[in-house]
């Protein structure tokens, strides 16, 4: 039954008919209590709802059962996705989770660090596109054990989740050539995150292997959502001599390729094909469904959180990376020419 009072460990006591500190140990595990008086303990317990001080009993076990999960954009599905396996894994575990956005401000990035370091998290998860090592420094001081996502480890002391980000850029340009197209475009992200430079490194890369020549004009820089995909899309098809297909560094810019072309009485793929990356859900139900270079989310988000349990439970451990594979998820947004 619930009570909007809090219930305290003597009130437990006393309709047990024991002891203050028979309750704590039957609480905390900390002596042995007979089956009997444990039992009496645990009816009382659950006839008044009591809830053990948890905040005390984690200074007892210098651990609080919390972690902290800093993203840097919670609007982006990516982010989203990978956040809800981390919760949802953290849930099953007995974590509690307290997801920080930061909209990839760093002085936002810095509150909370010391707000989660405060509260005496067990461990953060950092998914951002850049990582400044000074506050990486900090928890390392502070013990607090560190796991990042889709980023490379600092002197390698971090536990890293990670996705081949050069491979996609290629494998995306590979598909769109393989179809017979030569003028692709590329549309990047902001280029001082490093997943930016190595997606277009690939597509670079992969026209150059297949004897095309690389046009710096074909390379327009977005900003991960989809109204930069949108606007760069306009120049594209603006000009005397537009791709016949984009390579969009994220879903949500190819979404706003998809919209510029509606707008400019263009069909997918019938006029242009379009790659994208990520697989977010949205991915599925675009019209036409979207060709993209599909990334395990979910299995991004479970690894992050068993190597940051495995951490937990052994501080020693040596840092590990784990790199996911990808695979081209082939739909309706392009075809042969």
């Known amino acids: 039954m619930w009570r ?3 219930v305290t460990i003597k009130e437990v006591a006393q309709q047990a008919g024991v002891s203050i500190s028979t309750v704590s140990h039957v609480v905390n595990g900390t002596r042995f209590v007979s089956d009997d008086l444990k039992a009496r303990v645990l009816s009382s317990m659950k006839d008044l709802d009591y809830q053990p001080n948890r905040i005390a ?3 007892r076990r210098k651990q609080t059962n919390s972690l902290g999960l800093i993203i840097s954009d919670i609007t982006n599905p990516f982010f989203a996705e990978i956040a809800w396996s981390i919760e949802n894994i953290s849930f099953l575990e007995k974590y509690s989770l307290f997801l920080c956005n930061t909209n990839s401000k760093y002085e936002k990035e ?3 660090i010391n707000q989660l370091s405060e509260w005496q998290v067990d461990g953060i998860i950092l998914i951002s596109p850049k990582i400044d090592t000074s506050y990486l420094k900090i928890l390392e001081e502070r013990n607090i054990p560190v796991v990042l996502v ?6 390698g002391n971090y536990d890293v989740v990670k996705i081949d980000n050069y491979l996609g850029g290629k494998m995306a340009a590979d598909h769109l050539i ?4 030569k003028r692709i475009a590329c549309i990047s992200g902001p280029f001082m995150h490093n997943i930016t430079y190595e997606r277009v490194e690939g597509y670079k890369d992969s026209l150059r292997e297949h004897g095309l020549i690389v046009d710096e004009k074909m390379i327009l820089t977005g900003n991960f959502d989809v109204a930069s995909g949108l ?3 306009n120049n594209f098809f603006e000009m005397d001599e537009r791709p016949t297909a984009i390579f969009a560094c994220n879903d949500q810019m190819a979404v706003g390729v998809i919209q510029s072309a509606a707008a400019h009485n263009l069909k997918v793929p019938d006029d242009i094909s379009l790659v994208g990356f990520d697989d977010i859900n949205l991915s599925r139900y675009t019209v036409p469904p979207l060709t993209t270079i599909s990334q395990p989310l979910h299995e991004i988000g479970e690894q992050a959180l068993n190597c940051m349990i495995e951490k937990i439970k ?7 990376t784990i790199t996911l594979n990808l695979r081209l998820a082939e739909r309706q947004s392009t075809k042969r020419i």
């Open 178 to 181: 393989a179809l017979g197209h």
């Open 57 to 59: 009993r984690s200074l």
């Open 150 to 155: 889709d980023n490379e480890s600092p002197e």
């Open 4 to 6: 909007s009072e809090i």
């Open 110 to 112: 810095v509150f909370y």
């Open 314 to 320: 052994d501080p020693n451990k040596s840092p590990k």
């Open 231 to 233: 606007q760069c899309a």
